[in-house]
């Protein structure tokens, strides 16, 4: 066996066990696993239709399936449906989860505006001027990239279009809750908070 340098120094030796204050971070963190676990057991495994509330928001008229604040055992996803009235569409609204949706009746598009990024000393974003169009029908699966920019239209002038939002609530959880309405559906304009920047 070769003798090698300490890697640590007696400075920092001494400076590892210097300080006064003293937590229990630890422990109150595995008390609040157990709390947790045990609330958990009682959360909801099947939410019936009409334990699913519906909420005028800036993004238009949807109807929560899952959401956090509505006692579930799912932790990472929150879903709603989306209603959109002949002729009309959502409002335009970006994320940076990834969102998936799924077309259960009518036609329409979504616009998209990509986003560019870098971070040398702070993070710049930059959108697509000129958006890319998806038209959807019923049956078929919408993907909307990170923090891209998007808005989805009814091009049905009878029928209302009903789309299925999965949200990702994971990247909140890690420090990343940036979520902007850059503008309100029509018709939803008083519920409309105008972004920061």
């Not at 008390?31 to 099947?46: P, T, W």
């Not at 970006?94 to 799924?102: P, Q, T, Y």
């Amino acid at each position: 066996m070769t003798d090698r340098p300490a890697f640590a120094d007696d400075t920092e030796r001494q400076r590892a066990r210097s300080g006064d204050t003293y937590v229990d971070f630890h422990a109150e963190a595995l008390k609040a696993s157990q709390m947790f676990r045990e609330e958990y057991r009682d959360r909801m495994n099947v939410v019936k239709w009409h334990e699913m509330p519906m909420e005028r928001s800036a993004d238009g008229l949807i109807k929560h399936i899952v959401n956090e604040r509505m006692d579930t055992k799912e932790c990472c996803i929150d879903i709603y449906m989306q209603f959109i009235p002949p002729g009309g569409a959502t409002g335009t609204s970006r994320h940076l989860s990834e969102e998936v949706a799924f077309v259960v009746e009518g036609t329409g598009y979504d616009l998209h505006y990509d986003v560019r990024f870098d971070c040398k000393d702070e993070f710049v974003w930059e959108w697509e001027t000129t958006p890319k169009k998806f038209e959807w029908g019923p049956g078929d699966f919408l993907y909307i990239p990170p923090y891209c920019a998007h808005k989805r239209f009814n091009a049905g002038a009878d029928t209302e279009a009903r789309v299925i939002v999965v949200n990702s609530r994971l990247m909140r959880a890690i420090g990343f809750d940036w979520f902007d309405q850059l503008e309100p559906a029509e018709g939803f304009e008083e519920f409309w908070v105008p972004p920061a920047d």
